[in-house]
């Protein structure tokens, strides 16, 4: 059974940082790309970042781009997201989710992902 578990959120004031941890188990996580959601009360969910198997190409929401860096570490079968010059609009439940294909490249649509962590809660206060 594939499992996905995230750590790492909290409440942070506008410009901290936060570092996102995706463990995973259930898969060979290193022949899948993964890839970090997030959503906020009363909104879709919305891609922000995706980084593929080897972690040689990442892809990322542009209103994040410069601010957040996806990793993975293959050894520990997990993900990461590190998350700088946070502001308040980032404020959201933030998933993790896996690649419903051993493929290459990254992929954006939460149809392209066919398991999901539980969320972990991420605010940011002006």
């Known amino acids: 059974q594939v499992q996905l578990v995230e750590s790492g959120g909290g409440l942070m004031q506008a410009g901290g940082s936060l570092r996102l941890s995706c463990a995973t188990s259930?898969?060979?996580?290193?022949?899948?790309?993964m890839g970090w959601f997030r959503q906020a009360p009363g909104k879709e969910r919305e891609f922000v970042a995706a980084?593929?198997?080897?972690?040689?190409?990442?892809e990322y929401l542009d209103s994040v781009k410069g601010r957040f860096t996806i990793s993975r570490d293959n050894a520990k079968n997990t993900v990461y997201l590190q998350m700088n010059s946070l502001k308040p609009e980032d404020t959201a439940v933030y998933y993790c989710?896996?690649?419903?294909?051993?493929?290459?490249?990254?992929?954006?649509?939460?149809?392209?992902?066919?398991?999901w962590g539980q969320g972990t809660q991420v605010t940011v206060s002006s």
């Open positions: 989710a896996v690649d419903r294909y051993p493929r290459p490249g990254v992929r954006s649509r939460p149809l392209d992902y066919d398991y």
């Open positions: 259930g898969r060979t996580f290193s022949r899948y790309a």
């Open positions: 980084i593929n198997w080897s972690g040689s190409s990442t």
